[in-house]
């Protein structure tokens, strides 16, 4: 599946680059998300787990037999994200966290999503990745409002990236080299994967242009800029 190898490449790059902290997932479910990154979580990392609707202790036992983690270094918070961001100096200042990934999938509303990534944005490392779920999902469009609302309202923050229903977003400081990685995975995807993807070029008024990525036939030109499609990026 195409996401879980945008999510190796990421957690390859940050690991390069020596970016490892916490792990944070808001919207839990059957912990399938945060056992995945789990297997590449820090020997000295925590993975946060923020749900109220889920049996996190459950969910935190299988991510501990399946990727091998210490359940001490699983924290489990089951409340409201919004109230975990407004009281956050109860929930989460004591631990000092410091995140490498957030991964947001909680509740879908305007409000929630706008307070999930505020609260993302209190505790992202330096070079530290928020991916927020059903982008451009017509069933949850507010996700979508709420993602470019929050680029405006945070201007520290901005889209790398999206694609196949993921925004990826960071530090303005590390956009370039986020928007590097993107940009090569129509090359390193084919070679390495199999896996044909075109790399699309977008501009914005509020921020820098972003990528967004999506799947493509074998031969297609594998970039987009506005108007125009090549095979070569250097091209556009």
Same mark, same amino acid.
């Given at each position: 599946?195409?996401?879980?190898?945008?999510?190796d490449s990421?957690?390859?790059?940050?690991?390069? /680059?020596? !970016?490892?902290? @916490?792990f944070l997932?808001?919207?839990?479910l059957?912990?399938?998300?945060? %056992?995945?990154? =789990?297997?590449?979580?820090?020997?000295?990392?925590?993975?946060?787990?923020?749900?109220?609707?889920?049996?996190?202790?459950e969910?935190?036992?299988?991510?501990?037999?399946?990727?091998?983690?210490?359940s001490?270094?699983?924290?489990?918070?089951?409340?409201?994200?919004?109230?975990?961001?407004?009281? /956050?100096? !109860?929930?989460? @200042?004591?631990?000092?966290?410091r995140l490498q990934i957030?991964?947001?999938? %909680?509740?879908? =509303?305007?409000?929630?999503?706008?307070?999930?990534?505020?609260?993302a944005?209190?505790y992202?490392?330096d070079?530290?990745?928020?991916?927020?779920?059903?982008?451009f999902?017509?069933?949850?469009?507010c996700?979508?409002?709420?993602?470019?609302?929050?680029?405006a309202?945070?201007?520290?923050l901005?889209?790398a990236c999206?694609?196949?229903?993921k925004?990826?977003?960071c530090?303005?400081?590390?956009?370039?080299a986020?928007? =590097?990685?993107?940009?090569g995975?129509p090359?390193?995807?084919?070679r390495?994967y199999?896996?044909?993807?075109r790399?699309?070029?977008?501009d914005?008024?509020?921020?820098?242009?972003y990528?967004?990525?999506?799947?493509?036939?074998?031969?297609?030109?594998?970039?987009?800029a506005?108007?125009?499609?090549?095979?070569?990026?250097?091209?556009?």
């Open positions: 599946m195409p996401l879980y190898r945008i999510i990421i957690l390859l790059y940050q690991e390069s /680059r020596n !970016i490892q902290g @916490d997932e808001i919207g839990v059957h912990g399938a998300t945060s %056992g995945y990154l =789990s297997l590449s979580l820090d020997s000295r990392a925590r993975l946060f787990l923020i749900d109220p609707f889920q049996n996190l202790e969910v935190a036992g299988k991510i501990a037999a399946f990727a091998d983690v210490d001490t270094r699983i924290l489990c918070l089951a409340e409201d994200s919004r109230v975990v961001y407004k009281m /956050r100096s !109860i929930f989460l @200042d004591g631990f000092l966290p957030v991964h947001i999938d %909680g509740e879908h =509303s305007y409000d929630a999503v706008l307070s999930d990534m505020k609260l944005e209190s992202i490392m070079g530290g990745l928020i991916i927020l779920d059903d982008i999902n017509v069933a949850s469009a996700c979508t409002h709420a993602l470019f609302d929050s680029i309202m945070m201007p520290s901005h889209i999206i694609g196949f229903n925004a990826f977003v530090d303005s400081r590390f956009l370039e986020y928007r =590097s990685l993107f940009l995975f090359v390193t995807f084919e390495d199999g896996l044909y993807i790399a699309c070029l977008n914005w008024s509020r921020e820098r242009g990528v967004s990525i999506h799947e493509i036939d074998r031969g297609e030109p594998k970039f987009q506005i108007n125009r499609v090549a095979d070569d990026y250097s091209l556009l």
